[in-house]
């Protein structure tokens, strides 16, 4: 049993899989304890481990998963990966983005893949065929943009996402949503399509907390996975401990 800890500026998502790649627990917590970490020992059994986080971690906890792990692995600029990372600033990169990458290539190894994670921030990210990380882009969130567009006007109201929204909207408030949900629903697919372009044989996958303002709107092709980080650490965790 594989132990996942993804620890992100505000949540910590923490995952068991077993050794057919299945989650058999998945949650969210606010805060990680130590308490939480021995009870998922307790329950679990995880021999293997991996963290990914953005901020510094409690060192306590550090030593709980060094002591209770066979395999440890805190992922950095320096961990080794089963695909290459050519990105020209590694030290900078996402580890979430590195870790969806390397779940979306686990997934369809040997095709051309665009990774778009739905997000704070919105990230589009490239490997190619030969398991080449090349680079992406970033953009502004759902929730990112329509606080912008509240924070930088005179009187433009605060709207809040929903997963309803037409093409053109018709009040002020439905407005401002259709313009930030359509959009990038737009720049998703011209991302896609730009791509396609260049490699016809191109896999998309897309990832993240604001799914759900998109389901049902998307074309075909475009395969959704909600856990596509999880299974990247994952991979990388076994890549680790079997190298």
């Not at 969210?28 to 308490?35: A, G, K, P």
């Not at 939480?36 to 971690?57: A, E, Q, R, Y």
């Not at 439905?174 to 990038?184: D, K, L």
């Amino acid at each position: 049993m594989n132990l996942i800890i993804d620890q992100g500026n505000t949540l910590c998502k923490v995952a068991c899989i077993d050794p057919n790649g299945s989650i058999v627990f998945s949650t969210v917590f606010e805060e990680l304890t130590s308490e939480i970490v021995l009870d998922l020992f307790h329950n679990f059994k995880p021999v293997n481990g991996i963290l990914s986080t953005v901020k510094v971690f409690d060192p306590q906890m550090i030593a709980i998963l060094n002591t209770h792990l066979k395999t440890f692995v805190e992922l950095g600029p320096d961990t080794s990966l089963p695909i290459q990372n050519d990105y020209a600033t590694p030290a900078t990169l996402g580890f979430d983005r590195l870790a969806a990458a390397v779940g979306a290539w686990s997934l369809q190894p040997g095709k051309p893949l665009i990774v778009i994670d739905l997000g704070t921030a919105v990230t589009y990210d490239f490997v190619n065929a030969d398991g080449f990380f090349t680079g992406g882009n970033i953009a502004p969130g759902v929730r990112t943009r329509l606080k912008s567009l509240h924070h930088f006007t005179g009187k433009l109201p605060l709207v809040e996402p929903t997963s309803q929204f037409d093409l053109l909207g018709n009040s002020t408030e439905t407005a401002i949503r259709s313009g930030v949900m359509q959009g990038i629903l737009f720049e998703i697919h011209g991302y896609i399509d730009a791509l396609k372009l260049q490699y016809p044989s191109l896999f998309a996958f897309l990832t993240g907390g604001d799914l759900i303002y998109f389901d049902g709107k998307l074309k075909n092709g475009i395969f959704v996975d909600a856990n596509l980080v999880l299974t990247g650490l994952n991979r990388i965790l076994r890549h680790n401990v079997h190298s």
